[in-house]
């Protein structure tokens, strides 16, 4: 998540637009006006809407009212900026070489800032994975140590609870720490579907309590989880291929100087997942429907806020007459480093998502091994020969059971979700990796517990027949 200290694309991408209504010689005044009235800038347009309330209200002069609001603003990049720009206004500095710096500089801190995230990420996820591990040994432990220490079931309640607590919270700080900027926008049916599938699979297994519905659970999830991995696997082909199309059409923009033959243009190259979407433009246009408002609609249907935040910027060149081809090269520069970012965050994700499978599979079959285990202690001691000898704390084998399954259903919920985050997705496509690893719970528990039973029985096959006969 980003600090007050640290630049969010958001912020360039205002630069950008910014940029492309200056292109168009449009008054400083006027720019500040329609910045405050574009809402998808989140914060900063409310920073905009009382600058304009001081200009245009008050009657402020432009630089006192923007010397009056910096002063109490707390986002340090927006604060910085808003100081350059008035002494750049009040010198009379060319506005796009000026803009064209500030984007360069706020995209080269940008990329650093995302850059030492990622790495600092990287060392993270090996604490993480290290803790998870131990997390997985010491409940291992404390039940051997409440069997032969006569503890009882009680510690182990209470280190079930704690280290569901403990999981739980690594996940939050893993969420704030590294929470990825995601650029799609989703229906409100397909969070409904989401929330639906989590909850039927939550109350499935809290009900029935058993590994087998895990498995069903993990297949419910999967399946939802893989509708909206395929949706984000298109949008970051769809955007990759827009960075291509608007680079093209921006140069041909510039020559032809028509929307229309522009896109026609356009459309006889290769422009990939870009064609359904341009063919679209070109309908819209021939039935009279405004520029802005065809390019608005593009953003919107691609489903990438990506897209559509860039379409706003060529748009506002197209419509008030800014140079075309320089913003579309300013635009495909930063779709390109958002983009790049976004690629090496990838490759961290793949590392951690394979260990994270490993761990969650060692995991479960540590439990397994365990509860069977446990199974053949309390045969074993069930015998007053042995019982004379040794010593067996009484522990409820189906209350261990229950209490395994508690731990690894979060372990998997709070996995999926880091590795989500570490790939740089949605929380919605992280279901797909609960999936997966509710599924590797369950089948490595299962075929674990069954191998050592059969392990166990085979060795006690040997001992005196006054005990093999009651094992």
């Known amino acids: ?113 995302m850059n030492r995230k990622i790495e600092s990420m990287a060392n993270f996820i090996s604490a993480y994975y290290t803790l998870s591990s131990a997390l997985i040994f010491s409940v291992a432990t404390l039940t051997l140590l409440s069997i032969l220490f006569n503890i009882g079931t009680v510690v182990l309640r209470l280190m079930a609870l704690a280290m569901i607590a403990i999981i739980g919270m690594l996940t939050i700080i893993v969420y704030v720490s590294y929470k990825p900027e995601t650029y799609i926008i989703y229906k409100k049916q397909e969070k409904y579907l989401a929330l639906i599938a989590i909850q039927s699979s939550l109350i499935l297994i809290i009900l029935t309590r058993n590994y087998l519905t895990v498995v069903v659970s993990g297949i419910l999830m999967l399946g939802i989880g893989m509708y909206f991995r395929t949706k984000e696997t298109k949008l970051n082909t769809l955007e990759k291929h827009y960075v291509s199309f608007v680079t093209y059409f921006s140069r041909t923009y510039s020559v032809v100087n028509n929307l229309r033959d522009s896109l026609i243009s356009v459309l006889r190259g290769d422009v990939g997942a870009m064609r359904p979407l341009v063919t679209l433009a070109i309908n819209r246009l021939e039935y009279g429907v405004r520029k802005s408002l065809i390019f608005e609609l593009m953003g919107e249907e691609s489903g990438s806020m990506l897209i559509s935040m860039l379409n706003r910027i060529i748009s506002a060149a197209i419509e008030f007459g800014g140079d075309v081809r320089y913003m579309g090269e300013i635009v495909a520069k930063i779709g390109t480093s958002l983009l790049n970012l976004r690629a090496r965050r990838e490759q961290n994700g793949r590392a951690f998502e394979a260990l994270v499978y490993a761990l969650q599979a060692t995991s479960a079959a540590i439990g397994g091994a365990l509860l069977s285990l446990l199974e053949t202690f309390e045969n074993i001691f069930a015998f007053n020969a042995v019982n004379e000898i040794f010593t067996f704390g009484y522990v409820n084998i189906a209350e261990i059971s229950m209490i395994l399954l508690l731990i690894f259903v979060a372990l998997s919920f709070a996995n999926g979700i880091s590795i989500a985050i570490a790939y740089g997705k949605t929380f919605f496509s992280g279901l797909y990796f609960i999936g997966i690893l509710l599924i590797i719970t369950a089948l490595a528990f299962h075929f674990t517990y069954v191998a050592t039973e059969g392990l166990f029985k085979g060795i006690f096959q040997e001992i005196p027949p006054v005990l093999s006969t009651q094992i």
């Open 1 to 113: 998540m980003f600090t007050k200290d640290e630049i969010d694309s958001k912020f360039i991408f205002m630069l950008a637009y910014m940029l492309s209504l200056f292109t168009a010689d449009i008054p400083p005044e006027i720019i500040i006006i329609m910045l405050s009235n574009l809402e998808f800038f989140g914060e900063y347009s409310s920073i905009f809407k009382k600058l304009r309330i001081l200009i245009n209200g008050y009657r402020y002069k432009f630089s006192t009212a923007i010397t009056i609001t910096s002063s109490k603003l707390r986002i340090k990049p927006l604060k910085d900026f808003l100081i350059r720009f008035s002494q750049a206004i009040s010198h009379d500095v060319d506005m796009k070489s000026y803009l064209e710096r500030e984007i360069d500089m706020n995209l080269t801190e940008y990329y650093a800032t």
